[in-house]
T-cell receptor, first 117, second 112 residues
């Protein structure tokens, strides 16, 4: 397997503030990471694909200026929710693609619970 | 966005029973993955399938990649309380950094 961590595990913030979530691959280098959002009792919805050293690719309907993604190294991607509002409250999960194998798998982080008051 | 059709949405079973769930799609996928998610945590990979017709086991779990490449199933034998959780199928269409498409999930509840 492979280990992916996220920090923080949960955060509560006031409306209008910005929140940064980190995603790290601990025992492998990940050129590609993915950010998902999951609302209660729903499936994971892909928000964006984070590519090391280049701009992220956002899914349709996801505001790139609101959800800033930075993938500055092969082991770290960050998601910043800017000017957060209550409707941004959700469970944010990252995953990392483990390269170097013909058999593709994605390993997920433990998630970050965001509550915007 | 596109989602896989996963069924059933929920299951209520007795401990010791076998469980079966499946995912279908109208399009072809080259990789099928099965994940389990517990409350407040991220999904954990259970089984990965890479070849049409492939049948793979992981302990009491068995999954198969449909021959048409448009479906997959997951079976759990002799269920135990720790099997409780939400099971997701996910499909990937190509090699490389291709995104995953997820099913809606199957919520498994076990009565001891």
């Amino acid at each position: 397997g492979a280990v992916v961590s996220q920090h923080p595990s949960r955060v509560i913030c006031k409306s209008g503030t910005s929140v940064k979530i980190e995603c790290r691959s601990l025992d492998f280098q990940a050129t590609t990471m993915f950010w998902y959002r999951q609302f209660p009792k729903q499936s994971l919805m892909l928000m964006a694909t984070s590519n090391e050293g280049s701009k992220a690719t956002y899914e349709q309907g996801v505001e790139k200026d609101k959800f800033l993604i930075n993938h500055a190294s092969l082991t770290l991607s960050t998601l910043t929710v800017t000017s957060a509002h209550p409707e941004d409250s959700s469970f944010y999960i990252c995953s990392a693609r483990k390269p170097g194998t013909s058999r593709e798998t994605q390993y997920f982080g433990p998630g970050t619970r965001l509550l915007v008051l | 966005g596109q989602q896989l059709n996963q069924s059933p949405q929920s299951m209520f079973i007795q401990e010791g029973e076998d469980v079966s769930m499946n995912c279908t799609s109208s399009s072809i996928f080259n990789t099928w993955l099965w994940y389990k998610q517990e409350p407040g945590e991220g999904p954990v990979l259970l089984i990965a399938l890479y070849k049409a017709g492939e049948l793979t086991s992981n302990g009491r779990l068995t999954a198969q990649f449909g021959i048409t490449r448009k479906d997959s199933f997951l079976n759990i034998s002799a269920s135990i309380p720790s099997d409780v959780g939400i099971y997701f199928c996910a499909g990937q269409k190509g090699e490389g950094a291709q995104k995953l498409v997820f099913g809606q999930g199957t919520r498994l509840t076990i009565n001891p």
